[in-house]
């Protein structure tokens, strides 16, 4: 059974600009960060599938509601920044 982390986890990129993107686990294990402004939809089947607004298409551990939570807390954490 594919379980869900407990917590988000918030990776920081720098030093070009200071983004906050979600990191999330591909099915082999690998973990990877994804720009939640780019997320067009998610599904459960039962395997979560993410589809970006380029239609690029992702299938993570991750279910849809820990995907939903962390790209909520992505998008309070972007509000929380001060502009550059």
Same mark, same amino acid.
């Given at each position: 059974?594919?379980?869900? +982390?407990?917590?988000?986890?918030?990776? &920081?990129? $720098? =030093?070009?600009?200071? !983004?906050?993107?979600i990191? +999330?686990? $591909?099915?082999?294990?690998?973990?990877? #960060?994804?720009?939640?402004? !780019?997320?067009?939809? #998610?599904? *459960? $089947? =039962?395997?979560?599938? &993410?589809? +970006?607004?380029?239609?690029? $298409?992702?299938? #993570?551990?991750? *279910?849809l509601?820990? #995907?939903?939570?962390? *790209?909520?807390?992505?998008?309070?954490?972007?509000?929380?920044? =001060?502009?550059?």
């Amino acid at each position: 059974m594919l379980g869900s +982390l407990d917590r988000c986890e918030f990776l &920081i990129l $720098r =030093p070009f600009n200071l !983004l906050t993107m979600i990191k +999330l686990t $591909r099915l082999n294990g690998e973990e990877f #960060v994804l720009n939640a402004e !780019l997320i067009r939809f #998610v599904e *459960s $089947r =039962p395997d979560t599938f &993410i589809t +970006l607004t380029n239609n690029d $298409r992702f299938i #993570v551990k991750e *279910s849809l509601n820990e #995907v939903v939570h962390r *790209s909520i807390e992505y998008s309070r954490t972007i509000r929380l920044l =001060p502009g550059n």
